[in-house]
């Protein structure tokens, strides 16, 4: 683990555990700062998230709310995935829409990036990044109404109460990129 500065290096000197699963890596090492101190440390190695503001029919849609293990109760959040970059935000977007919405055939959307540079997560434990974009789907596209979990004018107005009602700070973070782009 290095910094940009050659006086801020920091040494791992061992890893002393590593579990893998499909999901997540959990990996303990003992590292020496920058002052000869040393320290076990935990981290995460995870694959990079993306989240996709949906724009359909002049509304912000969300899919339906989904159990979350990590906080143990049912959550609104936008719709989203991991992003490996084996496929581009375009098409992972695409698919992301698909699952959370049960789409058949070509989803017709344009595909707009709120952050090309993707936004560190949890730089202290983690490596994971967040990649936001937006889906503005075709009005061609039927997106069945069981499927959509809430939606919100496609307004600044009702992208402030989107963003006021997610619990997730990764989705407000997409939201208020969203709200950026509006206002800029």
């Known amino acids: 683990m290095t910094s940009s500065s050659s006086g801020d290096q920091w040494q791992t000197l061992s890893q002393i555990v590593e579990i893998r699963s499909q999901w997540i890596t959990l990996v303990a090492e003992r590292l020496r700062d920058n002052k000869g101190r040393e ?21 912000l849609v969300l899919p339906q709310p989904t159990y979350r293990p990590g906080v143990a109760r049912v959550t609104r959040d936008l719709a989203g995935g991991r992003f490996d970059g084996s496929l581009s935000k375009r098409t992972t977007a695409q698919e992301i829409l ?9 989803v017709k959307a344009s595909i707009t990036e709120l952050n090309k540079t993707g936004w560190d997560i949890d730089s202290s434990a983690s490596n994971q990044q967040l990649y936001g974009v937006v889906a503005n789907v075709d009005t061609s596209t039927e997106i069945p109404s069981s499927r959509i979990g809430t939606s919100y004018p496609a307004t600044i107005e009702g992208g402030r109460s989107l963003r006021d009602d997610l619990t997730c700070l990764q989705c407000r973070a997409t939201v208020e990129a969203w709200l950026d782009r509006r206002t800029s």
């Open 39 to 59: 320290f076990e440390y935990w981290r995460i190695r995870k694959s990079n998230s993306l989240l996709v503001v949906v724009e359909y029919r002049d509304l």
């Open 98 to 106: 698909r699952r959370e919405f049960h789409l058949t055939g070509a």
